[in-house]
């Protein structure tokens, strides 16, 4: 079975300062792994996502994160934060049964 | 990617009656999900919507108290039952397209958030 941990439920940067998301991912079999953005009162957007082929996936708005497997790592960076940034972002993953789980989320907050 | 939506967007009902939830696709796909994701939690897998058949529930989930429907390949709904407080959520449907791979992207709508008092 997979699960997701992602560390820090909380990440407040300041605008134009490196947005760093740290999740970890435990799984059986090769992974997909995905990240989410959640903004407020809205569904579940997708930033990115991780299949096979390349470790370093670029997404949309500026994200990008890398699938480092020695470390079962998946996190997710964006050089400079913008104020529409703020938002809800969850890392998942998948197996062969297509159902995701889901990490607990980290909260950014961006300073002006 | 597909379109989805879901109605109601919001509701707020009384303790001890039911709510359907639609979740409606612009396109034929594959799968469809039913999330919950309870006030500042992550979400939950409830169980998959199955076309013509029986939904196939996640460990924690039985089908009295979701009972689901999946009637066609563009159309899900979930009903949440014999409320009480504690199913106060937001509701999520998702799809997999046609491919069907594991490593497709799962498109989210907007969420049913659902108050139980």
């Known amino acids: 079975a997979q699960s997701v941990t992602q560390l820090g439920s909380h990440v407040s940067v300041s605008e134009g300062a490196l947005v760093l998301l740290r999740c970890n991912y435990s799984?059986?079999?090769?992974?997909?792994l995905f990240w989410y953005v959640q903004y407020p009162n809205q569904g579940l957007q997708l930033l990115l996502k991780y299949t096979t082929g390349a470790t370093l996936v670029k997404g949309i708005n500026g994200f990008e994160a890398e699938f480092k497997k020695s470390e079962t790592s998946f996190h997710l960076t964006k050089p400079s934060a913008h104020m529409s940034d703020a938002a809800e972002y969850f890392c998942?993953?998948?197996?062969?049964?297509?159902?995701?789980?889901f990490g607990a989320g980290t909260t950014v907050t961006v300073r002006a | 990617s597909a379109v989805i939506s879901q109605k109601p967007s919001r509701d707020i009902c009384q303790r001890g009656t039911s709510l359907t939830i639609q979740c409606q696709v612009d396109?034929?796909?594959?799968?469809m999900f039913w999330y919950r994701q309870q006030p500042g939690q992550s979400l939950t897998l409830i169980a998959t919507?199955?076309?013509?058949?029986?939904?196939?529930?996640e460990s924690g989930f039985v089908i009295d108290k979701f009972p689901i429907s999946r009637p066609n390949l563009t159309f899900s709904t979930l009903t949440v039952s014999n409320m009480s407080p504690e199913d106060s959520s937001i509701y999520l449907c998702?799809?997999?397209?046609?491919?069907?791979?594991?490593?497709?992207?799962?498109?989210f709508g907007p969420g049913t958030r659902l108050t139980v008092l």
């Open positions: 998702s799809v997999l397209l046609l491919s069907g791979r594991a490593s497709d992207t799962q498109y």
């Open positions: 919507a199955n076309q013509g058949s029986e939904a196939t529930y």
């Open positions: 998942a993953v998948s197996e062969d049964d297509y159902k995701l789980s």
């Open positions: 396109s034929q796909v594959t799968m």
């Open positions: 799984s059986s079999v090769p992974p997909y």
